[in-house]
């Protein structure tokens, strides 16, 4: 069996090291190197429960956050050590979550901590500001993990390549439309090359509604290129954090070389690709007023890097993934948190694609299932 996949990023990639290991024929093609769009613009944020999410969604995270324990502990690219998410002066639980909703997750098997504040400062020693409601001061998500992506890319990349060869990855040369064809479907590139395949596997990110036609991949998107976030990389810092550290109006984490990376999902609200300049450095600068008061001994940071970059977002946030026809010829996987949920979903694309075994746990998520607002 040979299998064209769409996409190389962090999703695309796992789709197809895991097809090639299994011994199926695979090439990747994108318009740009592995990564590079979308997965190396991510916070890069593992983790299950954090998210709002019902028992299934929660199940699908949560088998995806152990295959990436399992696979990737004693890679240098890969950092376990959870997430904390701190209590606020105003008295905001550390987590804005109920305690019914934690004890559900608990029952489901998600691992969280209430810490005192001694505890928080053991483990963080850099934090300021560490405050207390009724006797927490944190919780930790002890699962949570972060990875460095332009890490995790490679070892896939390598992956794919030692199992299906030089040949399987073709970059530089974008996808103009999906052939799908009476015959064996294809992809046209740009080139006016056709690669065709046994089947075809979309994971194209925001790109996967115009390749498919739309209506069945519906993606949330102001605009035709994604839903737009903020992520600032700071210049070294004197001292940094050893894991996540979330507070309510802030999530940081350490980067290579001493580096914090941040971000703030409400900062996202309003926000647009094509927005001033000026509007992006207020952003900005708030971030870094919010970094410097949750660490202590630090001057305010330096932003090294700013990106503001499109993500794939189906309208409610549940990945979208399964065959496009009845012929079983074109197979798409779009979702958000792409980096948690890629070996969940390459899983499920073997057993689709590779095997004819229907994964019962996206069923939900299929493409013809009901409408999703």
Same mark, same amino acid.
């Given at each position: 069996m040979h299998i064209v996949v769409v996409g190389a990023g962090i999703v695309g990639l796992s789709i197809a090291v895991g097809l090639a290991e299994a011994g199926a024929g695979v090439v990747v093609v994108d318009g740009g190197p592995p990564g590079a769009r979308l997965t190396r613009t991510t916070f890069a944020w593992l983790n299950a429960g954090f998210l709002p999410v019902d028992r299934t969604y929660w199940g699908l995270r949560s088998g995806s956050l152990d295959a990436w324990h399992e696979a990737s502990a004693g890679h240098p690219w890969f950092h376990a050590g959870g997430s904390l998410h701190l209590a606020t002066a105003g008295g905001t639980e550390p987590d804005d979550r109920s305690a019914a909703w934690r004890a559900e997750l608990r029952g489901w098997g998600e691992p969280i901590v209430a810490l005192d504040a001694a505890a928080v400062h053991a483990l963080e020693p850099a934090l300021a500001g560490v405050t207390a409601v009724g006797g927490v001061a944190a919780r930790l998500f002890r699962r949570d993990a972060w990875v460095e992506t332009d890490g995790a890319i490679g070892h896939l990349v390598d992956r794919l390549l030692a199992a299906a060869g030089p040949g399987a990855l073709r970059t530089g040369t974008p996808v103009a439309r999906l052939e799908p064809g009476s015959g064996m479907p294809g992809v046209r590139l740009t080139s006016g090359e056709t690669l065709h395949g046994d089947h075809v596997v979309v994971a194209a990110a925001s790109d996967t509604p115009v390749l498919t036609g739309g209506g069945l991949v519906p993606v949330l998107a102001p605009d035709a290129r994604g839903v737009p976030g903020l992520l600032v990389l700071t210049a070294p810092v004197a001292i940094t954090v050893g894991r996540i550290v979330r507070r309510d109006d802030l999530v940081l984490r350490p980067a290579p070389g001493g580096r914090l990376l941040l971000q703030a999902g409400a900062l996202d609200n309003d926000l647009r690709l094509d927005e001033p300049a000026a509007t992006t450095d207020d952003r900005v600068r708030t971030l870094l007023a919010r970094a410097a008061a949750t660490l202590s001994r630090v001057d305010a940071p330096v932003a090294e890097q700013v990106t503001v970059a499109a993500?794939?977002?189906?309208?409610?946030?549940?990945?979208?993934?399964?065959?496009?026809?009845?012929?079983?010829? *074109? =197979? @798409?996987? @779009? *979702?958000?948190?792409? $980096?948690?949920?890629?070996?969940? $979903?390459?899983?499920? @694309?073997?057993?689709?694609?590779?095997?004819?075994?229907?994964? *019962?746990?996206?069923?939900? =998520?299929?493409?013809?299932?009901a409408p999703r607002a």
């Open positions: 993500r794939a977002l189906p309208p409610d946030g549940r990945p979208i993934v399964g065959w496009l026809d009845g012929a079983r010829r *074109t =197979y @798409v996987a @779009v *979702t958000h948190s792409g $980096i948690t949920l890629a070996p969940a $979903i390459a899983r499920i @694309v073997i057993e689709d694609v590779l095997h004819g075994r229907r994964a *019962t746990d996206l069923d939900a =998520y299929r493409p013809r299932a």
